[in-house]
Structure formats: structure tokens, C-alpha cells
């Protein structure tokens, strides 16, 4: 008798540790599907002729939104800068303000990153954080192929 109850208590323990592991992975997916439901994407997306606007396609909204320069030649120091955003919202665009030594640049400047002028194509990086503070990078192409979206990844 007492060779069936321990048989019956180790059968038990096993069945709430297989319980507790079950549990533990789908706790681990629903964070995960929270994150996706929350987690913004931007990027570069070119509407016409000196144009490019910044869209939020993601399901939530981007914060503290920096896009790195971008050089046209290095040995000269010419470079494309942006404005820092505070927030985008889901699903909003915003005209992409491109500046040239600290002033908004003109279209007859932009030539460099014009589908029909471009001579290349040049990488964009844009990071940014969602409502919990976790950081995001995106990153694509603007230039002969108008403006190309590659990917996101998670940064720390």
C-alpha cells in the first residue's frame, strides 16, 4: 500500500513540474505577443520628387525617433542630417525635414537621394523605443531605388 501512494505522489510531482513548465512557456508567449502588440516600425518612405516622408507602421507608437546621418562624401564632409522626433504615432507619417549643416535642405540639394538623380543607393538607420522603453533600429536604403526597407531588429 504504501508502494502505491509514494507511485501515486511521484506521478503527482511529475505531472505539476510538466504543469509548471507548460505555465512558464505560455507566460513567455504572451509577453512576447504584448511586446508585438505594442512595438512600433519605422522607416524611410519616398511619396515624390524631393519628398521622402517617416512612417510609423508598427502597432504602437515611436518615442525619441534619431536617424543617423547619412554621408554623401566622406572625404568632404557632406552629409544629410534629420530632425529628432518626439513621437509618432501608430499608423501616422510625418514629411521628413532633411538638413544640410544645420538648415532644412532645399530639393535642388536632396540630388544625392533622389530616385532620379541618384548616382547610388545610401543605408539609412533610424532608432527608436516603444512605450516600455525597449529600443529598436531600423534600417534601409534611399537613393536610386527610392527608399527600401530591410529590416528591425531589438537593441539594448
Known amino acids: 500500500m504504501e508502494s502505491i ?7 503527482t510531482f511529475l505531472a505539476i513540474l510538466w504543469y509548471a513548465w ?8 504572451i509577453i512576447r505577443q504584448t511586446e508585438l502588440s505594442l512595438r512600433p516600425l519605422v522607416l524611410i518612405d519616398w511619396i515624390s520628387p524631393g519628398k521622402y516622408v517617416l512612417k510609423n507602421i508598427g502597432n504602437g507608437p515611436a518615442l525619441d525617433i534619431q536617424i543617423d546621418e547619412i554621408s554623401l562624401i566622406d572625404e568632404l564632409a557632406i552629409k544629410y542630417s534629420f530632425k529628432r522626433i518626439d513621437l509618432l504615432e501608430t499608423k501616422e507619417q510625418r514629411d521628413l ?12 540639394e536632396l540630388g544625392a537621394i533622389m530616385p532620379h538623380s541618384a548616382g547610388k ?4 538607420f533610424i532608432k527608436y523605443a516603444d512605450l516600455n522603453g525597449m529600443r529598436y533600429e531600423s534600417n534601409g536604403k534611399v537613393g536610386k531605388v527610392g527608399a527600401i526597407f530591410l529590416g528591425t531588429r531589438r537593441i539594448y
Not at 507548460?22 to 508567449?29: D, F, P
Not at 525635414?97 to 535642388?108: C, K, N, V
Not at 543607393?121 to 539609412?124: A, E, I, K, N, S
Open 22 to 29: 507548460e505555465t512558464r512557456g505560455l507566460k513567455i508567449q
Open 5 to 11: 501512494s509514494s507511485i501515486i505522489l511521484s506521478l
Open 97 to 108: 525635414e532633411i538638413l544640410i549643416g544645420g538648415r532644412t535642405a532645399i530639393i535642388m
Open 121 to 124: 543607393d545610401f543605408d539609412y
